[in-house]
């Protein structure tokens, strides 16, 4: 099993500029989750997905979307990058039908840098 | 804001040695979970304690949780150099797992 896919591994990005974050999780989880981890900081929730057709926002979700796609993908999107958001991004899934009871599958990051 | 907080920052230790790392929570919790992430990679899951559980092992992990200090332990014994990694505790309860900032240990040979 490949378990939590995330495309793409490195990416640069000037300011003002917008790109998609991809995750396909093949394990047949319920709920997904977008973690961003910065020096220091540890990791931080930006948005998760209980199940699928719905989406939360977590601890620091100003300057992105998301789309819960199908069972299988949710997407982070940022609309205008900015400097603030260089970080290594981190998507998650657990099989849990009450979030926060099973543990999490991370995919192997992405390193994102905004010039 | 981080629920759990793991002390110390950094741990360094030689091979063989046992290393300890801890972990404190603010509010009641369901479960909690540590991770081990090696430099680069996503983090992988080692072992669940849940709140009505006092100890937990797996392999070379032993796992002690106690709720009246909300505080969580993690062991690792007779160390190795793959042990080498960050080691983050999770605390699930309010309905999504928060992460603390992590242990750094590096495991000299």
């Known amino acids: 099993n490949a378990g939590v896919t995330q495309t793409p591994k490195f990416q640069v990005l000037k300011t003002g500029q917008s790109m998609t974050l991809q995750c396909a999780q093949d394990?047949?989880?319920?709920?997904m989750y977008w973690y961003r981890q910065d020096p220091g900081m540890g990791l931080r929730l930006i948005y998760y997905?209980?199940?699928?057709?719905?989406?939360d926002k977590g601890e620091v979700p100003n300057g992105y979307n998301v789309s819960r796609l199908n069972k299988r993908e949710f997407s982070l999107r940022l609309e205008s990058a900015a400097p603030s958001q260089t970080s290594v991004y981190f998507c998650?899934?657990?099989?849990?039908?009450?979030?926060?009871?099973?543990?999490?599958?991370f995919g192997s990051g992405t390193q994102l840098s905004v010039l | 804001s981080q629920q759990g907080e793991e002390d110390p920052q950094a741990l360094s230790i030689q091979e063989g040695e046992n290393a300890t790392m801890n972990c404190s929570y603010k509010?009641?919790?369901?479960?909690l979970q540590w991770y081990r992430q090696n430099s680069g990679r996503g983090l992988v899951h080692l072992i669940l304690?849940?709140?009505?559980?006092r100890e937990k092992h797996s392999g070379r992990l032993r796992v002690t949780l106690d709720t009246s200090k909300k505080s969580s332990s993690l062991l690792i014994t007779a160390s190795r150099a793959a042990d080498t990694a960050s080691y983050f505790c999770a605390t699930g309860g309010s309905y999504i797992p928060t992460f603390g900032r992590g242990t750094s240990l590096i495991v000299h040979p």
């Open positions: 509010t009641s919790i369901n479960n």
């Open positions: 304690i849940r709140s009505n559980e």
């Open positions: 997905s209980a199940s699928e057709g719905t989406t």
């Open positions: 998650a899934s657990s099989q849990a039908g009450q979030v926060g009871n099973e543990k999490l599958f």
């Open positions: 394990m047949n989880h319920n709920s």
